[in-house]
């Protein structure tokens, strides 16, 4: 904590005032963890006297009074009362009757509704939120939870962010709010799901969405692959959704790269759309893929970069899983092909073996990832027309696609004597 918000919390005392640090902040300080953004409530003060004591202060935000300070946001303590449907609809109140307590109570969850006295220490829990840190769980302040759709979405990642589990009559909560979940920003909708995507377990984001029966709302691909049985013998693990489950989990001990964890959740979209009669195979579930993939990333309005590896994921994962099985003229059509994609070849393979590896048993790892970029770097276009006098065309392509196939066969040779 800087001296200038100490310098400012001194000020707010002699004219009656408090000052506290709220929410996240108090959250991850009692939690041992480093504080990334840190927010004040101010209570006991007026718009006017806040201004007249710290005129420093920048003020921003239309519908409350909200002030940014040397980084930190201050805010004067607020009750919000829901006028209409969805995420925004709200009425604002600020004076300077208002309590710590009230502005805690308008808050989301427990774990995010404590504060703490910047001149005194003194920590204000009344809602408990230290025993649920304590006990790893997540659990709706109060009933006002269900004023707000986008709270299924915060719990189902605060959740995810610290492996809790969400109380019953949370998840009930959550239930209720399905019908007002499609009035939500899809950009919103989509923050979260990237947010959950950067932690160590990003699938309990969508189980906890799952058990509260919200899936459905934003992730329709993926609620389809509920119940899409698989071949028992290579997927012990259940449906297509509990494999993807796991293969998510599998890629985020693999990358940090939220793209590639990305594309290792769609992998298997096809399999959603699979007629129950074909179960348990998915013939042709890499080439649907690609369209639930599309579908998918279109409707929560994502980077087209996503969709790219998410594509990419769907239709080539098949086809990587079996790399050392096929020709070597297929093995170069595919190595050809992915590495010139956002994806690209070292991603492929993590989603590959995320697919494969998913389960924790130890399976022989595909590795192609190496050995393409090799082989694209070693023969590329001006090595052609330096050793034949190739010129640009169908020509130099052909002769290419030759002499890279040549090279991997020798590099399979090589290989195979090492073994």
Not at 215 to 226: A, G, M, N, P, R
Not at 318 to 325: A, H, T, V
Request: glycine share 6%.
């Amino acid at each position: 904590m800087n001296e200038a918000i100490i310098e400012i919390a001194k000020k707010i005392e002699e004219i009656n005032g408090h000052l506290y640090l709220v929410g996240g902040a108090v959250r991850d300080e009692l939690l041992g963890i480093e504080i990334s953004d840190e927010d004040y409530c101010v209570t006991g003060l007026s718009h006017s006297e806040f201004e007249r004591i710290v005129p420093e202060a920048f003020e921003r935000g239309k519908s409350f009074e909200v002030f940014d300070m040397n980084g930190a946001e201050i805010a004067l303590a607020r009750t919000e009362r829901k006028i209409g449907k969805g995420h925004k609809n709200f009425e604002i109140t600020t004076n300077k009757n208002l309590t710590i307590y009230d502005d805690l109570k308008r808050r989301d969850l427990t774990i995010n509704s404590i504060a703490k006295n910047v001149l005194t220490n003194e920590i204000i829990d009344p809602f408990e939120g230290r025993n649920d840190l304590k006990r790893g769980i997540i659990r709706a302040t109060s009933e006002s939870f269900s004023e707000d759709p986008l709270r299924v979405y915060r719990a189902a990642r605060f959740a995810c962010k610290f492996d809790f589990e969400i109380e019953e009559n949370t998840i009930k909560l959550m239930k209720s709010l399905k019908s007002e979940m499609s009035d939500l920003s899809v950009e919103r909708v989509f923050m979260e799901m990237k947010k959950a995507l950067t932690y160590d377990k990003p699938s309990i984001f969508f189980n906890m969405l799952k058990k509260a029966d919200v899936l459905d709302v934003h992730f329709i691909e993926l609620y389809k692959l509920i119940g899409a049985l698989q071949p028992e013998k290579y997927h012990p693990e259940g449906d297509a959704y509990n494999h993807t489950m796991l293969a998510l989990d599998k890629s985020a001990t693999l990358t940090k790269d939220e793209k590639i964890r990305f594309s290792a959740l769609v992998h298997d979209l096809g399999k959603g759309v699979t007629p129950k009669e074909m179960y348990p195979h998915h013939y042709g579930h890499d080439e649907k893929g690609v369209q639930e993939v599309e579908n998918f990333a279109k409707r929560l309005k994502m980077p087209n970069e996503w969709m790219s590896y998410g594509k990419v994921s769907a239709k080539e994962h098949m086809k990587g899983g079996i790399f050392y099985k096929m020709s070597p003229k297929k093995q170069v059509e595919f190595i050809e092909r992915v590495y010139k994609t956002k994806l690209g070849l070292g991603g492929l393979e993590i989603v590959v073996e995320s697919d494969r590896n998913c389960r924790g048993n130890i399976e022989e790892k595909v590795r192609f990832a190496e050995l393409g970029t090799q082989i694209m770097n070693e023969i590329n276009g001006d090595s052609i027309k330096e050793k034949f006098g190739t010129k640009e065309g169908l020509e130099l392509r052909k002769k290419l696609h030759q002499q890279r196939v040549e090279l991997l066969k020798q590099k399979l040779k090589i290989q195979d004597k090492t073994i």
